[in-house]
């Protein structure tokens, strides 16, 4: 049974970090790319950021690029998300996903505020 279990979501005031962490479990984790989404109150899902199958060729949305850094533990079977100088619109819920298989999880709610 696949799962995916985001945490570290949470309020954060403007210019600050969170990390975010997906558990993976009931698949190979390691043979496999990894991404990010994020869904605005409203607004299409959109996507965040991907890392390669063993933590080659992240890319990155331009609304995140140099403030995000994605990586992976595959001893862990775990993904993350550095966010760096968060702004109002970073506000969503984020998601992981496993593009080829379409796997999500259930999202963790990251709200910038003051």
């Known amino acids: 049974q696949v799962q995916l279990v985001e945490s570290g979501g949470g309020l954060v005031q403007p210019g600050g970090s969170l990390t975010l962490s997906c558990a993976a479990s009931g698949f190979t984790f390691h043979l496999w790319p990894m991404s990010w989404y994020r869904q605005a109150p409203g607004k299409e899902r959109d996507w965040v950021a991907t890392i390669g199958a063993h933590g080659d060729l992240p890319d990155y949305a331009n609304s995140v690029k140099g403030r995000f850094t994605i990586s992976r533990d595959d001893a862990k079977n775990t993904l993350y998300l550095q966010m760096n100088g968060l702004k109002p619109d970073d506000t969503a819920v984020y998601y992981c996903?496993?593009?080829?298989?379409?796997?999500w999880g259930q999202g963790t709610q990251v709200t910038v505020s003051s």
């Open positions: 996903h496993v593009p080829p298989k379409d796997y």
